[in-house]
């Protein structure tokens, strides 16, 4: 996807110190940033960062988000929560292309503490430029969209 996107971007205080540069790179590659991030070194929640874009991603707000804490884990696994969200932890860039041309990945968690700037760098440019293949793997995000449509209602 070549063009411009929305992209919201959110951190908790481990991914403060990667935190510019990701917004520099967006801006620099022309794309609008809602940024939701923490600003501060103080101790935060994950998941106040992450499911405030998850809910951005998934209503339609942003067209993709970009998650950053100390292993990218904890925020994947809060944005997933989020129904239309298909949050990926990415550690290279092949990673992250197979996310977006396999799964259509729609947001992108990374690792602070565990990725270098230029490796979190290369990972969310190849990742904005990746397409979603389609095909054969339509059919199989459509089946994960069901499920979770079917299931919306239930506690």
């Not at 992209?7 to 520099?24: I, S």
């Not at 590659?29 to 929640?45: F, K, Q, T, Y």
């Not at 904890?74 to 092949?94: L, T």
Request: charged content about 30%; overall charge negative; glycine content about 10%.
């Amino acid at each position: 996807m070549g063009s411009v996107m929305k992209v919201a971007v959110g951190n908790d205080h481990r991914g403060l110190c990667v935190r510019p540069r990701v917004l520099g790179l967006l801006a620099e590659l022309g794309h609008e940033v809602h940024d939701l991030g923490a600003s501060g070194p103080a101790g935060v929640d994950y998941p106040d960062y992450a499911i405030p874009v998850a809910e951005e991603v998934a209503a339609g707000k942003a067209d993709r988000g970009v998650l950053i804490c100390a292993t990218g884990h904890g925020m994947c696994i809060a944005a997933n929560k989020v129904h239309g969200v298909r949050a990926v932890n990415s550690r290279d860039v092949i990673d992250a292309e197979l996310s977006r041309r396999h799964n259509d990945s729609n947001i992108l968690c990374l690792a602070a503490d565990l990725l270098g700037e230029d490796q979190i760098e290369r990972i969310i440019r190849a990742w904005l430029l990746t397409d979603f293949e389609g095909g054969r793997h339509t059919r199989r995000r459509e089946k994960v969209d069901a499920y979770e449509k079917s299931h919306e209602n239930r506690s």
